[in-house]
């Protein structure tokens, strides 16, 4: 290249330069680039909408420049200083770079556009493959997607609701009772040589028929002789009547139905004779409630776990409250609300709303014998549980931006302290667990849904009625399911992860 050559091409560089600046300061001082999209928004089924993007050619035109720009100050190409390389070099030889960073802008750029301009209030990302999407060598570009949205309703007034409150003393009875309860976590079982009682142990075989044909088994299986016995999609009433007095070597069997939202279809609603072959008649052999016992669950004096007792009891019973109101309050809302929510949706969030029960309780001070029996029953509900807690979950969460509530970090050091102390363990402990499993942001839901239920009980008119005390230690329930399939050892809740 001769001297005059070089210095025209060095010329050009210059002026190439300070073009760039030129623009890149007027770009700043103009704001962020508008664009001229033409959306397009139809109703694709309920809580969904699909979304037609039309991206003109002019705004294609300007993210291309934009690109190329910034690889002519940028590329590094031997020969050339950094800054100083022939435009027409850099579409030639980054081609396929500049197309993929114009695709990541545009698409970037009238996303965000789109959200800003037009208010879809969308609860996930939108369904789109964005390596599928090929930008065009002439005339707009176009792209479509569907994405779920929040259902839209208008709330009506929930000043002066009229809520019925369960209310109720904490009797020294109740309070007996759930310290034997609580004992019998660390009670030792021990054979037993007469007929099976009350709250007594049988090892028993167990086995599923339906219409004739076996579904399942298994063998010596540990339960409870309790008024109700669960199973993962199915009860049996009455199993204290049917399993006291039996012995070793007895035969008993009862008959059920399977839950019409077992996870095997077929079974749904159809009888199941269940088999029960007893092998062995256990006992609890209770620990003293002495000084050691107490030493060992962090308690001074038998006084002080009764008042802790109390307290949970208490806390139990504003749950029961919370529980109460929540559902009083969807019933009411439920009347004008005329959405529904998509399937996919509601299967999405079926082990998401167990595990919010779940959690939900060991924040209330429920021993794991009592959320083994609700999970149990969720189990047997788990579709409809679900939907109603979903639609719940709108009404509330939308009742709390009226009010422009919010979660503070007092808030959730205060839960967490009492799930410690429930547990037995350090709050940083179970924060760790509750952050690993992703259950901290359910804990931040449940916070706001507690505040937006606390504005509607503020606001409400109270009838109190009498509280039927939450007899779940009434219930015994057994990680089977009667349709032979695998059920889980573990409830998804926080304090089983590792």
Known sequence: MSEQENEVTTAEETATGTETATAVADEAEA?????????????????????????????????????????????????????????????????????????????????????EDYKLDAINEPDLDVESLDLPEQGSFVYEFDVEVRPEFDLPNYTGLSIRRPVRAIAETEIQEYIDNYRSQFAQLVPHDGPAELNDYVLANVRFESAGKEL??????????????????????GFDKLMVGARPGDKKQAESKVSVEASNVELRGEAVTIHFEVNDVQRLRLQPLDQDFLNSIGVESEASLREEVKDILERQLAYEQRQAARQQVLEQITASANWELPESMVMRQVENALRRDILEMQQAGFTEDEIRAKQSELLQNQVSTTRQALKEHFVLDKIANEEKLEVTPADKDIEIAYMAMQRGESPRKIRARLEKTGLIENLEAQILERKAIDVVLAKAVFVDVPSESGKTHDVEAVELSVCGQQVASEAPAADNAE
Do not use: W
């Not at 031997?78 to 100083?84: E, I, M, N, V």
């Not at 309790?226 to 999609?233: G, Y």
């Open 216 to 237: 399942g088994r298994a063998e010596n299986r540990k339960i409870r002789v309790r008024p109700i016995l669960r199973f993962a999609d199915a009860e049996v009433t």
């Open 31 to 115: 704001g962020p680039y508008k664009m001229s999209l033409k959306v397009d928004i139809t109703v694709a089924g309920p809580c969904k909408k699909h979304v037609r993007v039309e991206v003109p050619r002019e705004d294609l035109e300007f993210f291309y420049e934009d690109s190329v720009k910034e690889l002519v100050t940028g590329a590094a190409v031997p020969g050339f200083r950094t800054g100083h390389v022939p435009r027409k070099l850099i579409e030639k030889r980054f081609r396929k770079e500049v197309g993929s960073q114009v695709r990541q802008k545009v698409l970037m750029q009238s996303l965000q556009q789109l959200g």
